[in-house]
Structures are given as C-alpha cells and as structure tokens.
C-alpha cells in the first residue's frame, strides 16, 4: 500500500483529500485513470491475482512433504508431531490430487484418524473416518488474519483438534462438516477404493469405514451464498489485503450473484462518513478500492467491469463496513496454571488456579438491523454471537419510545471520558451526547483519582484532564435536574460525602469554579494535594504491579518482586482514591501472584477487594463483574470454600441476566463450576 500510494502525485492526493461524499465518483475516476495507465501498478497487482505466483494455495509436493514429516512423527510415536503435520497437508492437498493411486486428502483423513485414536480422540476419530469417505469443497466467510488457524471461518467457534480445511484453497478452515457445507460447498461420496484401506489401521476404525462405506444416507444443507467461491482460485489477494477489504469483495460478490448481472452493484443501506476522513485515509481507501476491483475481475467467472461507476460503489461500500461492521466475538476461557475444559476438577491439593475470562475478536461482519442501533457509554443492551447469529438482550426496564443504545467502544468504568469522547471521535465520527458523557457521574469522577491527603476524607482529588471533563459535562447539564438520577446504579451510601456542600449543579459548579485555576483540590475539604509527587510515586509503583504480571506471564515470580508488588499496592492505595481502577487492577494482579504460589487465601481476599472496586465502577449486575467472579469462583472452589455456592448462584444470575438462556453455551465450563459447587455443598451438609 505504501508503495501504491508514493506512486499517487501530490496533486491528486490533494484532490483526493479534499473531496467529499459528492465527489467521490471525480476524484476515484481520476485515480483509477491514473493506476490503469501505470505498468507497476498491473505487475503489483499481478502477485496478487496470478495462480502461478501464489504462496498460500494448494499445493500438491508441500502436502506430501508435510505428510512424510507427519509419517516419521508416527513411525517414533510421537503422536502430537504427527497430527500436527497431517492437518498441515490436509490444508495443503488439492482436492484432486492422487498419492499412489489414491485420494491424497482421503489417505489423509485416514492416517489422521489413526493417530487421533492412539491419543484418545475416539469421536474425532470417527469423523476423520467419515471425511475420508465424504470429501466437500467449501467457502468462507471473512475472519481476522490472526485468527485463522484458531477458529472456524463459517461459525467462528475454536476450531477442534480434527479441523476440516477447504478443499479448493488454503486459507478457510471448518470445524465440521456441517459449517462447510453451509459454507456453500457441496458434497461427494468417495468409494472404498478411494480411501486406501491398504494402510495399517486399527480393526475399528477399518469397520467403521466400510460400514460408512456401504451407507447411501446424505444431508440435507440448504443453499448459501457461496461466499467464497471467488477467493479460491490460488490468488494472493484474500490471504494479503485488509480483513475489511475482504468483506467488501464479498459484500460486492454478493450483490452482483443476487443480482445476477452487472449493471449495478447495490451499496448497503447505511450511513457513511467519506467527508470526514483524514486525507491519508481517503486514498488508501480509494486506492484499495481500485486493487479490489481489479482482483475481483480476475476472480469471477463474470466479466466485472473495472469503471468509475462501479469503483463509486465499492468506495462507499468500504466506508459503511469502516462505520457500521461490527467485531464477531467469542469469550475464550483461561487457566493461570493449567487449561480450562468443562469438566475440570477443582483440588486444592494441585494449588490454586484462577480462572479468567477473555474477549477474543475473531471476525468482522455486517449486520443490517444491528448497525442501526444508537451508540451509549453506558447502554441498555448487551449484544453477543452464536455462531454467526447476532443476538440482543436488554439489560434494564426500558420505557415506550426510549432508544435500544449498545456501546461502540468502551463504557463508563472502563476509560475516561475524554478518551472515550476521543476515540469514539476519531473512529465514528460523532460527538458522543450520551446520558454518562454529558451528565456528572461517580465513575468518570473517581475511575482516575486521587485521594485526598487526609486519610479519614473520602473526597475526591482529580488532574488537569479530569476537572476540564467533568467542568464541561457540568456545563452542558446545568438544566437535567438531578444530576445523579441517571444513575441508579451508584453503590455509595451517600455520594455527597464525596463532595463538599448540597448535591445540586449551583453547587458542584461553585466547587469547580473554583478549582479550574488549581487542580490537587479535594473536592469535600478543599485540601491541596501535592500531584507531582503524587504521579511519580504512582507511575513507580504501577511500574512493579506491571513487572509482576510479566513475569506470571513468563511462568516465574520472584518472592522479591511479589514484596515489591505489595508495598506497591499499599502505596496506591494512599495516593489514588479508594475506587480508581488501578488499585482494582492492581489487586486483581496480586490475586493472580498469590494463586501462582499456592497462597489462595490470600488470592481469594485480593479477588474480592478488587471486585468490590469495580462494583463502584459498574454496577453489581453489569458483565464485567461477572467475568471476575470466575476467577473468584474458581479460587473458592480449590479452597474447598461453601461460599462458591453463593458467588457461584450470583454468576449465574449475572449471566443468564446478559446471555438469557444462552449462558451456558456461551460458557460451556459453568457446568463444572455447578458440579463441584454441588460437592461442596453435600460435603457441608453431611
């Protein structure tokens, strides 16, 4: 891309830049006029789209290479070395390709069914044998580069350990049969002949085989869009270009099949924002536009015409995918000390493990009726996928005529305001008005404060960056009323003893007036804090908190440095506020040290003192919190703790409150947290 656009004159770069939505179909033409008539840009784009220069297709010496190297593996038993390079050849082997007469990707099949039998995959087993018999070519959907060895390309659940490639390219990987074919490809049936009995199997697989063999049953998958037909013809263009760029090619594809002609190709029907874009921006989308075009044309059995009209189109389609595509995620479930699994027993005596919980984006996507939905820092609606459905729940009572809000980006509890303000800027291009960014609320207030000198006052100390935040949100609310009766969910007891004076806005913008000038002041007593010292010693003990998690994550820790990390803590927590998000995360790091060493009583108490932080944060019944009482949950559980049974009834609650009765496919492992809860519980009871 770079060297594409060094190639652009300035002088049409500047034109580029300073066009608008209705320029679009002038400036791109020029562009493209200019590109067309430049040989490097057709030898750069020939890589792209010429079979023979390909270097992530199938590739007929590579798979037997890669099945010798898995043959070897076997010959020592070392059955790990050997799946691992027979799934690599099965993603490698063209679908036609004969070894010995034989079906390659067949006999390999096979040969990866035995070894999954020495490892004690019996069901995976047995698929691999059906594969052998049943041999599809499939198509994917986009999905993130980094992801693609990990999760399935049609439903985006983790891939298992007998992954289904494509059989016609070897980029799209499956985790069944079932999500191929939905994929849009199709079904044949291989003969025994095909499959190559002749290697040594076990007496159980080669019945199954021929019982597999000798059956005429087929399923029944309806017809889907093939949404990667025109990716798999060996080109490097699928595998090289921008995930986003991907699925503009197949929302383009797409268009022009249903169509079935190519007059026209139909933009989405969503907003777009092209007039707002940095300059830079413009021209790499205008210039990726073009290279999808042409490599589209190369790609389809139709004659795509490479024109001004059609770039137009495909110029705005990438700007909606840029506003309105949402991330496909999937919650992916962790061990400090050991792998997570559903059914995972819990035993103090093999030390303390904190389950943790993380969210993985996988895939990209667009969804009609989900890009319509407002955007709110603190929404009323929780979205999450199964497989490639997107699901929407509300969260709270929402009132007749009221808007259905999600969150583009971050919520209230998890950045600043004016990093979410900024963000939510520079990428949608909107100034957020949202009920938490214009109205005065604990979290923005205490998410980055410091404590007051005195240790017995509860108020508040904010920098530079949070009093100019809140001065604003103040001004911009003066008329709402009651500044704190859109949030109900604030856990202090009595939020004025946080502040000096009533809890009224003349009040609080007195209190500010008075402020803007200098920072450090405590906003109850009016004591001056010293915050130069006061960062420096901050940014200090944060620098230990953060060596701590590194070397967990190394697999090592120093007693030194868990002292260190302790002394730290106790520093943070005199000079930020009892409820800043560091001491939480700080906590949670020591839980996690505690939990390395076997220490879990103490990881149980830092567990909860940070959830009692993030409480404040959020509110008790928010997602986040739910995700920490994993860990919290997981730790009770190997201390033998009756206390899970309570913290495990509120994980539930939480979750089935944003999941519905979803929660437990979302999070499979909640099966062996009731199990072992209900063990705790009989061990108490007798």
């Excluded at 019945?207 to 025109?230: C, D, Q, T, W, Y």
């Excluded at 410091?450 to 809140?470: A, N, Q, R, W």
Aim: hydrophobic share 40%; proline share 3%.
């Amino acid at each position: 891309m770079e060297k594409l656009k060094s190639m652009v004159p300035d002088a049409l770069k500047e034109v580029v830049g300073a066009s608008s939505a209705d320029d679009i179909l002038s400036t791109s033409s020029s562009l493209l006029r200019f590109f067309l008539a430049l040989p490097d840009f057709h030898l750069m784009t020939r890589d792209l789209v010429d079979p023979e220069r390909c270097v992530c297709g199938k590739n007929k010496d590579a798979a037997l290479d890669a099945k010798q190297k898995g043959n070897r593996c076997f010959s020592t038993a070392d059955f790990s070395g050997a799946l691992t390079f027979y799934s690599q050849a099965l993603i490698l082997a063209p679908f036609d390709a004969r070894d010995k007469d034989k079906n390659l990707v067949s006999v390999l099949y096979v040969n990866r069914a035995v070894v999954l039998y020495k490892l004690g995959f019996k069901i995976e087993c047995l698929r691999d044998c059906n594969r052998a018999l049943q041999i599809s070519p499939g198509y994917a959907k986009v999905i993130l580069k980094n992801c693609r060895d990990r999760y399935c390309h049609y439903c985006f659940n983790e891939l298992p350990v007998d992954v289904v490639p494509c059989s016609s390219c070897a980029i799209p990987r499956y985790c069944s049969e079932h999500c191929q074919l939905k994929a849009g490809g199709g079904r044949t049936r291989n003969n025994l002949e095909e499959v190559g009995l002749h290697v040594e199997v076990p007496i159980e697989i080669e019945n199954h085989i021929r019982k597999v063999a000798s059956e005429n049953g087929e399923e029944n998958i309806l017809e889907h869009f093939p949404e990667h037909r025109h990716e798999c013809l060996d080109a490097n263009w699928p595998a090289v270009l921008p995930h986003e760029v991907v699925l503009a090619g197949q929302v383009v594809v797409k268009s022009l099949v249903q169509r079935r002609d190519l007059v026209e190709i139909k933009a989405l029907d969503l907003s777009y924002s092209y007039t707002e874009l940095a300059v830079e921006v413009k021209l790499e989308l205008c210039i990726y536009a073009i290279v999808l075009l042409v490599c589209l044309q190369h790609s389809l059995s139709l004659e795509l015409p490479v024109n001004p009209y059609f770039l137009h189109q495909v110029i705005i389609i990438m700007c909606q995918i840029r506003l309105n595509s949402m991330a496909i995620i999937r919650m992916k479930s962790s061990d400090l000390n050991a792998p997570q699994n559903p059914h995972r027993k819990f035993s103090s005596s093999e030390g303390a493990s904190a389950s943790t919980i993380e969210q993985v984006s996988v895939g990209q996507a667009i969804y009609a009726v989900g890009s319509l939905f407002n955007h709110s820092c603190r929404p009323n609606i929780h979205a999450y996928f199964l497989a490639r459905t997107l699901f929407i729940r509300t969260t709270e009572l929402v009132e007749a005529g009221c808007s259905l809000e999600l969150s583009y980006g971050p919520q209230v509890g998890q950045w600043n305001c004016q990093d979410r303000l900024k963000f939510l800027e520079e990428k949608y291009y909107f100034q957020c008005q949202c009920r938490s960014c214009s109205v005065v609320n604990l979290s923005d207030l205490v998410l980055s404060a410091f404590h007051c000198v005195h240790p017995h006052c509860s108020g508040i100390v904010l920098d530079t960056f949070d009093i100019k935040s809140e001065t604003d949100k103040l001004k911009q609310s003066r008329h709402a009323g009651d500044i704190y009766s859109l949030e109900p969910y604030v856990q202090v007891e009595k939020l004025g003893d946080l502040y000096a004076g009533e809890l009224d806005h003349s009040a609080l913008e007195k209190s500010y007036s008075s402020l803007r000038a200098s920072v450090g002041y405590c906003l109850k007593c009016g004591s001056r804090c010293d915050l130069q010292s006061s960062r420096l010693m901050v940014s200090k003990a944060l620098g230990n908190i953060k060596r701590l998690r590194d070397e967990i994550a190394r697999k090592e820790l120093s007693s030194s440095l868990l002292s260190k990390a302790l002394e730290s803590l106790d520093q943070l927590r005199k000079m930020l506020h009892a409820y800043n998000k560091s001491i939480a995360e700080a906590e949670d790091s020591i839980a996690q040290a505690f939990c390395f060493i076997g220490e879990v009583q103490g990881a149980m108490e830092h567990c909860k003192s940070s959830i009692q932080i993030l409480e404040k944060l959020y509110s008790p019944d928010h997602v986040v919190i739910g995700y920490e009482l994993v860990k919290l949950l997981s730790i009770q559980l190997s201390l033998g703790d009756v206390a899970a049974g309570e913290t495990l009834n509120r994980l539930c609650i939480i979750f089935e409150h944003h999941y519905g009765s979803h929660a437990a496919v979302v999070f499979p492992y909640l099966r062996s947290f009731k199990r072992e809860a209900r063990k705790l519980c009989e061990v108490e009871d007798s």
